[in-house]
């Protein structure tokens, strides 16, 4: 475990998906389980720092890829939290809409595994969210819609802190901030979209789904980024028109 903020633990930090924990007195918040298999670890972690399975009060998730859903239901059920997730994203967290048609080989392959390996029961019950939704004990929490990796992938800007957690709308890739990924994106013109809504947003520290998190300016780091995929499409542009 690390600690991004005086409250915030990246737990299994190094590991291929980040799940967050927002931990304050009257409760603790989860962002994202990891992939199935995850929650003992999850609650193990949480131990060390004195928190009780019984703390955790929302577990919410950024969106409904097996990666950081995977562990929800094991979860809920050993904590008894409230599971929040965005309305649009509801049916792929049931089971009942495949996360894409794979478009190539790495996405076949990758469907595949998920099928097949990250399989985990649905949730019984789940919050659903819209843009400025509220969670339950977490009030000063703002949720926003951030399409586009899939259809109700959400960020939660935590003022307090000047953080956001950003889900794969944003990755970190070896320090180098990635925008939406080019494999396992729904609607990428929408996901530049939500970058763009994002470089909007007043914060410092980014968390996101993937590598480690980003201190300190973090907001103009996501500005230069729409910059360099501005360049980049003109170019292309450019070159199309030739
Ligand atoms: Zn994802």
């Not at 720092?49 to 009060?57: A, T």
């Not at 392959?109 to 949730?123: D, Q, R």
Request: charged content about 25%.
């Amino acid at each position: 475990m690390k600690q991004a903020k005086p409250n915030v633990y990246l737990l299994e930090p190094g590991k291929f998906v980040n799940i967050y924990a927002i931990v304050r007195k009257n409760g603790v918040l989860l962002i994202d389980t990891g992939t199935p298999g995850k929650a003992d670890k999850i609650l193990r972690e949480l131990a060390g720092i004195n928190v009780k399975p019984s703390d955790v009060k929302a577990i919410v998730i950024t969106h409904a890829h097996p990666d950081h859903a995977g562990s929800c239901t094991a979860l809920m059920k050993k904590t008894h939290a409230k599971l929040y997730i965005h309305k649009d994203d509801l049916n792929m967290l049931l089971g009942k809409a495949p996360p894409r048609e794979p478009r190539d080989l790495l996405e076949k392959i990758v469907a595949f595994m998920s099928k097949h390996f990250f399989k985990y029961p649905p949730p019984e019950d789940a919050v659903l969210l819209n843009e400025n939704s509220s969670i339950q004990g977490f009030e000063d929490l703002k949720v926003i819609h951030t399409p586009g990796h899939t259809p109700g992938s959400l960020s939660i800007l935590d003022v307090k802190n000047t953080t956001l957690f950003c889900g794969d709308a944003i990755n970190n890739r070896a320090g180098k901030l990635i925008g939406p990924h080019k494999h396992f994106t729904f609607n990428r013109k929408q996901a530049w979209r939500s970058v763009a809504k994002i470089g909007a947003l007043s914060f410092d520290t980014l968390c996101p789904g993937h590598g480690p998190w980003i201190e300190d300016g973090a907001q103009k780091k996501v500005k230069k980024l729409l910059v360099a995929n501005e360049h980049y499409r003109n170019k292309y542009k450019g070159r199309k028109k030739q």
